[in-house]
C-alpha cells in the first residue's frame, strides 16, 4: 500500500455493518472508489468532508466518514453518526405525518385547504388543495431565489412571524393550482399548521410522537440537546448560531415542517427503511402499504417545472418526496428521493432495494459531483 494510501486509509472512519458488499450483490472495489472521490473533492476544496451509507436488503455494507466536523475552525472528525441539519428531507418526515392523518380518516388527500386555514377562504386560493401543498403546485410563492432572482427577499417582513400564515399568501399566485411545480417551502409550513390543528398537537410533537419516537430515532431533533452539540456537523457561523438559537418547539411558529429536523445517516436510513419495507420497521407500524403507495408513486405528469433555470417540461413528483423518472437518471426509474440544501440527501430505490444516505458539507449550495459522482459510483457498484 502507498503512503497516500496509507495517509487515506488514516482518514477515514467506519461505522458498524451488517455484512459485506458482495453478500449482497454489490462490487466492493467500485464502491471504496468513494473515499477517494470524497477525498479529491476535499483537496480541491469543494467538500469539507463527506459521510454516506450504503444498504442493501435491510443491511448496512457501508458506512464511513472522513473530513472536518466543525467548518469554520476545521475542529473535530466527521463521525459516522454525526448529526447534521437535513434541512428539505424533513419534507418527507411532513409527508409521512400527513398520509398517516390521512389514512386515520382525519384528512383526505385532495380536500381544500380553506376548510382548515380560513385565510385560505378566498376566491384566489379557495382551490388549492392538501395535493397541491403537498407536490408544490399550489401556486403560492416560491422558495426566495427559486428563478434566479437576483435580489430576493424575505416574506415575512418588518413585524416578524406575526400574522404568518397571510404574509405567506401575499400578492399574486405563480401559477393556477395545479398547473406548474413551484418549489415551495412556505407551502410546507401551511402543512405543519394543518398537522398541528387536525391532530390538536403541536407539529413538532406530533412527528416525535408518532415517527421519531417509534421508529426509535435515537439522534434526529428538532432540538438538538446542549450536550450534543459538538456531534453537530457545522459549514457556517449561521449554523453554529442557529444551533445556540433553538427554541421550544411548543412556542415555535411557524412550524419547523419545512426543514427544522437535524438527523444522522443511521436514523435516516431506518426511516428509508420503514418506507421500503411498506410502512414498519422492527415490528413497528407507521404506515399502512397502501399508505406508503400513495406517498411514494407518481403523482405528477407533464407538469412543468422553471427549477433554478432548469425548465423542466415534466416534474415527476410523489407527495412531498422527489422521484426519479427521467432517463438520465442513475438510480432506477421510481427511485424516491430528497435532498436536504444540497448538502444531504436520501435514497430509496425499490427495484434494487436499496437505501443510499450521504452528507456532502460544503460551502457552495450545491457541488454537482458531490450529489450526481457519488450516486453513481453507488448505483455502478450493483452486481
Not at 472522513?66 to 475552525?73: E, N, S, V, Y
Not at 415542517?257 to 414498519?280: C, E, I, K, P, V
Request: charged share 20%; net charge negative; aromatic share 10%.
Amino acid at each position: 500500500m502507498s503512503e497516500v494510501e496509507l495517509e487515506l486509509e488514516s482518514r477515514v472512519i467506519e461505522g458498524a455493518l451488517d455484512a459485506s458488499p458482495g453478500s449482497v450483490d454489490m462490487d466492493e472495489s467500485q464502491l471504496i472508489k468513494l473515499d477517494a472521490h470524497i477525498q479529491g473533492l476535499m483537496a480541491a476544496e469543494k467538500l469539507q468532508g463527506g459521510s454516506y451509507l450504503v444498504a442493501r436488503h435491510g443491511k448496512i455494507v457501508a458506512w464511513r466518514s472522513m473530513g472536518a466536523l466543525t467548518g469554520t475552525t476545521g475542529a473535530g472528525e466527521l463521525l459516522p453518526d454525526a448529526i447534521m441539519k437535513i434541512s428539505s428531507i424533513t419534507k418527507a418526515f411532513t409527508a409521512v405525518a400527513i398520509v398517516k392523518l390521512i389514512e386515520d380518516g382525519k384528512l383526505y388527500l385532495d380536500q381544500p385547504v380553506a376548510s382548515i386555514l380560513k385565510e385560505f377562504d378566498n376566491p384566489m386560493h379557495g382551490n388549492i388543495t392538501l395535493f397541491h401543498l403537498l407536490t408544490h403546485t399550489s401556486g403560492l410563492a416560491p422558495v426566495t431565489g427559486y428563478y434566479n432572482e437576483p435580489y430576493p427577499r424575505p416574506w415575512w417582513g418588518e413585524s416578524g412571524m406575526d400574522g404568518w400564515i397571510a404574509k405567506q399568501l401575499q400578492g399574486t399566485l405563480a401559477c393556477e393550482p395545479g398547473t406548474a411545480y413551484n418549489y415551495s417551502g412556505g407551502g410546507f409550513m401551511l402543512l405543519g399548521e394543518v398537522i398541528r390543528r387536525v391532530s390538536g398537537q403541536s407539529y413538532e410533537s406530533y412527528v416525535l410522537d408518532h415517527i421519531i419516537e417509534p421508529l426509535n430515532l435515537r439522534r434526529t431533533f428538532f432540538q438538538v440537546p446542549e450536550y450534543l452539540h459538538g456531534e453537530v456537523l457545522t459549514i457556517s457561523q449561521y449554523d453554529l448560531d442557529a444551533l445556540k438559537d433553538q427554541e421550544d418547539e411548543d412556542l415555535r411558529y411557524p412550524p419547523r415542517s419545512a426543514s427544522g429536523l437535524h438527523s444522522t445517516l443511521y436514523d435516516l436510513w431506518r426511516f428509508s427503511q420503514m418506507l421500503l419495507n411498506g410502512g414498519t420497521f422492527e415490528g413497528t407500524r407507521i404506515l399502512g402499504r397502501k399508505s406508503v403507495e400513495l406517498l411514494t408513486k407518481r403523482h405528477l405528469f407533464q407538469v412543468p417545472a422553471y427549477h433554478w433555470g432548469g425548465k423542466v417540461k415534466d416534474k415527476g413528483h410523489a407527495l412531498g418526496i422527489d422521484l426519479a423518472i427521467d432517463h438520465m437518471s442513475y438510480e432506477s426509474i421510481g427511485t424516491y428521493q430528497m435532498e436536504g440544501a444540497g448538502r444531504s440527501a436520501m435514497f430509496v430505490d425499490p427495484e434494487e432495494n436499496l437505501i443510499v444516505t450521504f452528507f456532502v458539507p460544503s460551502i457552495y449550495s450545491w457541488v454537482p459531483e458531490s450529489v450526481l459522482g457519488t450516486k453513481q459510483i453507488i448505483w455502478s457498484s450493483l452486481k
